[in-house]
């Protein structure tokens, strides 16, 4: 089943849904005309379809591997990367004086989530490269930036983000990567990183690391790391790569899914880097990284339900299976998969309007420098790294339920979508840990961000209520029950809030969710069964998600160690 990037879905968000005509109207991003807006989705379709998306079974079939110390690439990725980098993609939405395209990072989110339908495994190559040029252009000196943002723009050099470590996993204190002052103002980087993302090639000029690492006086724990950019050739006078640093790929992860991404472990032996942002202040700079990383990750959660429902869709079309109330002998026209399907749409229409609305807060922060985007983008930016790529995990799970049988079976690729997808509930932070972001760090404004969230929602419902009164008065219900569990999260300190944050979390999503639905029905009424179906059969789910998050966390804890062993 070819993939089809589903354009007139992004039109229809971008302009009938959400608030993009806001972030055009800002002199910052005038250039996105509604032509360049069309030109840059249809050319960027046109790419996932036809270059990407015949990539993606070859990439799982023939795994990157380690040869003598040189990572050897899935067939055709190589020249995959060639039509992104090509393209101009990596730089879609970096500033323009370093080589970027200076668009508005909501059409990147659209672009990057065709290319990661398309084929997942390379897409991250230039998801990490993006993630380490938004930190470059935040905390790097004037000279760093000029050297390398213009090569990881153009695409000729990639990045990669490197903090884990065996022993530091979530708690990235916990680190053992020594960084040693050396005469020439650089530094002498030692130690071993795990689980590094194209952390190595055989098609890229050169790869960039960002390594998170601890100066000699630097303290234990976050607050004594510093971050370091260090290349695997060091550049010549000319910028061009030259002598090869003291680093190198000690191994590759055999993995559940993304076989062509090569998932490496790093050892670097005093290899030379130069300092990004200032001492001890490195997990504010890689923080950058990791937030636009993580709403590219909820993106292709949304990315993979999509690949997943389209091929589910193709099957249950066609596949003839006993007779059906309707008469016909398809297996679409069985209520049960009609329900999964009509699930799974719902779900990816749910989650992508979630991650574009968070995009669109982030450019009109950009572009106004008003503190209330910033905030919204920071509250939704957990929610969207954690329900896209829950739903990407249901939703390719479902579509394995369609196809029966078929679907444990790898020829058809839907097994590969469920596969592929799981990773993305666990890097850039588990979902477990976005929901104790969302609960502590986004909660210290007292709750504004939510509160401003919540009112949005009933206003929606008090928009839709003359027309649509039988959805808009759960949804506006399910927002004040909302409200309510954010107050009373609020009265409990947050280390007490461990056992509700990811129920919170789930609940908040379902019920934006469902608000987006809402307002396409409003907008179209070729919307109206899907948004029905969402309002009535999974907005509900909140109910039970919040009677979880009230739940004292002490009654979680009572549950001993020896009591689940037991
Ligand atoms: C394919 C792949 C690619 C990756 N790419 C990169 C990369 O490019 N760069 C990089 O640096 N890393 C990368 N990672 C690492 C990834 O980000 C980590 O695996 C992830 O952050 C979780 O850390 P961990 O595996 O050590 O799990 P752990 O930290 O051991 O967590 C195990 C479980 O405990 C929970 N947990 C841990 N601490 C807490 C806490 N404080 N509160 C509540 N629950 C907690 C977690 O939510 C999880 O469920 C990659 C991993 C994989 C598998």
Redesign the pocket.
């Known amino acids: 089943m070819p993939y089809r990037a589903p354009q007139s879905d992004y039109h229809f968000l971008l302009r009938q849904v959400l608030d993009f005509p806001a972030v055009t109207a800002t002199a910052r991003f005038a250039d996105a005309t509604e032509d360049t807006v069309t030109a840059i989705l249809s050319e960027a379709a046109r790419m996932a379809e036809d270059v990407l998306a015949p990539l993606n079974r070859a990439g799982d079939k023939h795994p990157a591997r380690l040869e003598n110390g040189v990572v050897r690439t899935s067939p055709g990725f190589a020249e995959g990367f060639r039509a992104i980098a090509s393209g101009g993609w990596v730089g879609l939405s970096a500033d323009p004086s370093h080589g970027g395209m200076g668009l508005p990072l909501t059409l990147n989110t659209c672009v990057g989530e065709m290319m990661a339908s398309a084929c997942l495994a390379l897409q991250l190559n230039p998801l990490?490269t993006q993630g380490q040029i938004e930190a470059l252009e935040h905390h790097a000196s004037p000279d760093i930036q000029a050297l390398y943002l213009p090569k990881l723009n153009s695409g000729e050099w990639n990045g990669?983000?490197?903090?884990?470590e065996p022993q530091a996993?979530?708690?990235v204190g916990a680190l053992k990567t020594r960084a040693e002052p050396l005469p020439d103002g650089s530094y002498a980087i030692t130690g071993q990183?795990i689980?590094?993302?194209w952390g190595d090639s055989d098609f890229m000029a050169n790869t960039c690391h960002l390594v998170l690492a601890r100066l000699p006086d630097g303290e234990p724990g976050v607050k004594g790391i510093s971050l370091f950019m260090v290349p695997k050739f060091l550049p010549d006078a000319q910028g061009n790569p030259g002598a090869r640093n003291s680093l190198q790929v000690v191994s590759l992860?055999h993995?559940l899914g993304?076989h062509g991404s090569p998932?490496c472990v790093m050892q670097f032996d005093g290899a030379k880097g130069w300092l990004v942002g200032a001492p001890h202040k490195g997990m504010a700079a890689m923080f950058t990284m990791m937030n636009a990383a993580r709403l590219a990750v909820g993106v292709q959660g949304v990315a993979q339900a999509e690949a997943a429902f389209q091929h589910a869709l193709a099957y249950a079309s066609d596949r003839k299976q006993g007779r059906t109330p309707l008469g016909a002998t398809a297996i679409i026209d069985h209520a049960d998969v009609r329900r999964m399907l009509a699930e799974m749409k719902a779900e990816v229409f749910a989650a992508r309007a979630i991650a574009l609305a968070c995009s669109i807060a982030i450019d009109l922060a950009k572009a106004t420098g008003e503190p209330a985007h910033q905030a919204r983008a920071a509250f939704l930016t957990p929610i969207a790294k954690a329900f896209g790529t829950d739903i990407g995990h249901k939703v390719a799970h479902l579509g394995v339920q369609i196809h029966g049988g078929m679907g444990f079976i790898e020829e058809t690729g839907a097994a590969q979508f469920a596969r592929d997808v799981r990773?993305t509930q666990?890097?850039?932070?588990?979902n477990?840990?976005q929901a104790?972001d969302l609960v502590g760090r986004k909660m210290m404004d007292g709750g504004e961000a939510a509160f401003r969230l919540i009112d949005e929602i009933q206003q929606g419902a008090e928009a839709a209520r003359p027309q649509y009164p039988d959805l808009a008065t759960p949804l506006w219900n399910a927002a004040e029950a909302l409200r309510e569990a954010t107050e009373s999260l609020l009265q409990s300190p947050p280390a007490d809030r461990?056992a509700a944050a990811v129920p919170y979390q789930s609940a908040f999503a379902r019920v934006l969710g469902c608000h987006y639905h809402l307002r396409a029905a409003l907008s179209d009424a070729a919307r109206l069964p899907l948004a029905r179906f969402a309002l009535r059969r999974l907005l509900p789910e909140h109910a039970a998600l919040l009677a979880q998050a009230r739940e004292p966390m002490a009654e979680v804890l009572a549950i001993k160690p020896e009591a689940l062993a037991s």
């Open positions: 990490l990669t983000m490197n903090l884990t996993g979530t708690d990183k689980f590094i993302t992860e993995k993304i998932t990773i666990i890097y850039e932070g588990t477990g840990i104790l461990g």
